[in-house]
């Protein structure tokens, strides 16, 4: 267990400063809940405490429509509501969200938020509302016929060090305090042209950690476009879409791309990185953008 013989200090969260939190009903949880545990190794027995991570149910409401559920870690909310809003086509750019505000609820919390009425007009015509799963990846999509919507090709020529997305993603391990304690969460973080980090968020879904890390660089009126994206999990349609959607020209994951997030890559001129471990990453679409190091001198080739 991560903690289950240290001493624990107590767990607090305050919502994000932006939001209001002052409608009836439950506050949102902290991130972190100690609990306890019993530790068996081999044929010893303890008593302990342990870190969980927390989720809640997040409900996203546009206008008064609510559009979709989510298991999410309750923090960072501001940034994820922004971040799926553009993701998903919601809205097209952060001013078309107008006000945001945190609700609570018996059941959860929701962020509902007041977006220009030319988006509302659009949104009420798809009609979706639905409840996902945890880190749901294709929140809303009611039929086949919307599910691959159509994005504009990325067309970034940004390059960027490749030797500086193992560099990141080694920072990046060691940058996340909910994983570090509970070991249940992905991160995602924006890494500028010079392997800078920026807005790295933590949540129990990966596409939550995404369009936190999106949302966060939104607001901050930070492009995408002008890095790439880290993210410690694979690499799936889902999140392909959401980096090509924001123009991001580098998407780079720990683990494996699926065989659609690869086509999906290819066909929107994304930059696709995998298994970015340690010296070694697998490049699977668009390797012009980064920059290799001569094997001998490491200078740019």
Request: aromatic share 4%.
């Amino acid at each position: 267990m991560t903690a289950a013989t240290a001493s624990l200090p107590s767990c607090t969260h305050a919502a994000p400063h932006a939001m209001d939190t002052s409608s009836s009903g439950p506050e949102p949880l902290a991130p972190l809940v100690s609990v306890p545990v019993q530790c068996w190794d081999g044929s010893q027995i303890g008593e302990g405490l342990d870190w969980a991570c927390e989720e809640q149910p997040v409900s996203l409401e546009y206008n008064g429509i609510s559009h979709a559920v989510m298991m999410a870690t309750p923090q960072d909310l501001e940034d994820l509501a922004l971040g799926f809003s553009i993701t998903e086509g919601i809205v097209d750019a952060p001013a078309e969200v107008l006000e945001t505000e945190l609700r609570t609820h018996p059941r959860g919390l929701c962020v509902a938020m007041r977006i220009t009425q030319r988006r509302a007009s659009a949104l009420r015509e798809r009609r979706r509302t639905l409840a996902g799963r945890t880190g749901c990846g294709l929140c809303g999509v009611d039929s086949l016929a919307h599910f691959e919507r159509q994005l504009a090709p990325v067309t970034t020529t940004q390059p960027l060090a490749a030797a500086r997305l193992s560099h990141a993603m080694a920072e990046m391990a060691r940058l996340q305090p909910l994983r570090e304690l509970t070991g249940a969460t992905h991160a995602a973080a924006w890494m500028d042209a010079d392997g800078a980090l920026h807005a790295l968020r933590e949540d129990v879904g990966r596409h939550n950690a995404l369009d936190k890390t999106l949302g966060a660089l939104l607001h901050a009126g930070t492009a995408p476009s002008a890095g790439a994206l880290l993210v410690t999990s694979r690499a799936s349609y889902e999140m392909v879409h959401k980096a090509a959607a924001v123009g991001a020209g580098v998407l780079a994951a720990v683990s494996a791309p699926t065989a659609l997030a690869i086509r999906t890559a290819h066909a929107l001129g994304l930059t696709l990185v995998a298994f970015v471990r340690g010296q070694r990453h697998v490049v699977y679409t668009h390797a012009w953008r980064l920059l290799p190091l001569h094997p001998h001198t490491g200078a740019r080739a």
